[in-house]
DNA sequence: TATTGTTATACTCTATAACTATA
DNA sequence: TATAGTTATAGAGTATAACAATA
């Protein structure tokens, strides 16, 4: 039998200070994030999978090591990625006709299907995030949101992991 | 030598719609994680340890069961975390008299300063993090999140990981 | 019989180094 | 000699099952 001995009184834990804020900004994202990746799941993809194909995406005709850089993922990892991607018939590798060591990655007509879907997906998950928030409060974080990541000089559209910890790379990374 | 050939046009990226913003809004979080991970490296710590030393301060005497339920995690796994900092000397495995077969958790007075010393580089942090905006968007951020935290169902001071993909398990979690 | 803490271990993901084929 | 992609593997971190002591 538990004896639940309905434990000390708790100390205020969101007084609205700047240690708070930051809490409060990485509790809420690591919630869209978990929340997202299991809406993708369904899809037979995981969350590496979707930035992947967003970056293909969005800047075409890039090359492995330029897709490595600009993630800030290493090019060891990226090979298995791109081969699952490759095997569900979403991503090819087309071959360079300039320089025969790399290959320049291409989004199959399946894989343009299902970046249209992931973004259909990724506009439902924002809406189900934001749902206590108006239009007008939309806005508005947006904004706000948007000054800390110019201010911290993130990348537009590129996710930091969170074990890059240990060594993060230097980034030669284009802007996507 | 790289030909770089500075490729595609680049799309829109951030204009503003619901799912740009729960990207923002995890791409901020995330960073802000890492950001503070970094900061608790020097003190011997891991992002782990913090949220297991701020638990223990602020719901005094808990049991490790109780501990994992609250902050999601598996008792193997707290085992571990609990040996490093009790060998850092920051908690203590108190013998429980109504129940020989569990602990209660106790800080140190070690660990006790060394959770001051993390009050102050978390509010440090925050400082940082939030160093383009004025008090007046601080308020109105911590605000916007709060709602949307509130709305999310999310547990206060709890910050959920990311490998909870998985199968995070049912939390008979007690409140912070 | 059920529960607490523990051990051992499988699995996943990240990071590093070494290899190949081109340049 | 250097670079793109690959392979193999080390190293963290997470999840699961089984066990001893106690309830």
Redesign the interface.
């Known amino acids: 039998m538990t004896?639940n001995k309905?434990?000390?009184p708790?100390?205020d834990?969101?007084s609205?200070?700047?240690?708070?804020?930051?809490?409060?900004?990485?509790?809420?994202?690591?919630?869209?994030?978990?929340?997202?990746?299991?809406r993708v799941?369904p899809l037979g993809l995981r969350?590496a999978h979707v930035g992947v194909l967003k970056a293909i995406f969005?800047?075409?005709?890039?090359t492995q090591r330029?897709l490595g850089d600009t993630l800030g993922m290493f090019p060891s990892n990226l090979v298995r990625l791109i081969d699952e991607l490759e095997q569900k018939g979403l991503v090819r590798r087309g071959h360079n006709a300039?320089?025969r060591r790399s290959y320049t990655l291409l989004l199959t007509n399946k894989g343009q299907r299902m970046t249209s879907e992931l973004?259909a997906l990724?506009?439902a998950?924002?809406?189900r995030?934001?749902?206590?928030?108006n239009p007008l409060?939309?806005?508005?974080?947006?904004q706000?949101?948007?000054?800390?990541?110019?201010?911290?000089g993130?990348q537009?559209?590129?996710?930091?992991?969170?074990p890059?910890?240990k060594s993060r790379r230097a980034t030669k990374a284009?802007?996507?």
């Open positions: 004896k309905l434990a000390a708790l100390p834990q969101d609205g200070s700047p240690g708070d804020l930051a809490f409060l900004i990485a509790q809420v994202g690591s919630h869209s994030q978990i929340s997202f990746g299991k799941v969350l969005r800047t075409n005709r890039l330029e300039s320089d973004i990724t506009e998950h924002g809406d995030i934001c749902a206590a928030l409060e939309r806005r508005e974080l947006t706000l949101l948007r000054k800390i990541a110019t201010g911290q993130l537009p559209g590129v996710h930091p992991e969170l890059g910890l284009r802007t996507l």
